[in-house]
């Protein structure tokens, strides 16, 4: 594991290593994860731990069948191009605000995803209908890392970030009560008022008098 923070990575030369290629970002290198981030505690010494690791692949046979038969029968345009892949996986905390009792807390955070290259925007559109994995544009062999996993971290992140557990009890709205067994009292520690019961005093009116 690299302990530089690395933005840029050679594709070609990642595909040629044994093992994969591994490092840290500090949070605050990541400034699209800390735009609307709580100040909380040890957030400047926070990490997140990157791995990554990039394969040469065939591609499926009926996209090589279909790709022999534009070629033709000249043999340098029968050639079917191998699809380059990269895998992504990335661990840390992210600070966040609870949208349930407002305070801010650490959320893990964990991902672990595979990437397909191709050539060019117009086909990353042409495919993206009808294929199950992501796609990237390989535009050289420098791929901006840091990018791709900041990302993948804000993609991560839940859309209501939400304690499992407030800390602390939530609370109570203007005029809101807790639900007890007995009848609640007023602002005043009075008891409530009996309830209003109308159809019985119509009752009592209609009686005879004595």
Known sequence: M????????????????SDALAGV?????????????????GREHALVQWRVHAEWRDPPAAVAAAWRALGGTRAVRAVVPRQLWLRVQAQGALPLVCQRCLEPYWEPVQLDRW?????????????DDT?????????????DLRTLVEDELLLAAPLVPRHGACPHPLPLAHGDR??????????????????RRPLAALAALKRPVR
């Open 2 to 17: 690299t302990s530089e923070p690395i933005d840029w990575i050679d594709l070609e030369a990642l595909t040629r290593r």
């Open 25 to 41: 970002y500090a949070l605050d290198h990541l400034p699209r994860v800390l735009l609307d981030a709580p100040a909380l505690a």
């Open 115 to 127: 990437f397909r290259f191709v050539a060019d925007e117009a086909t990353a559109l042409a495919e």
């Open 131 to 143: 294929c199950e994995e992501d796609l990237l544009v390989h535009q050289g062999p420098r791929f």
């Open 178 to 195: 807790l639900h007890t067994d007995g009848p609640a009292a007023d602002d005043d520690g009075a008891p409530p008022a009996a309830p």
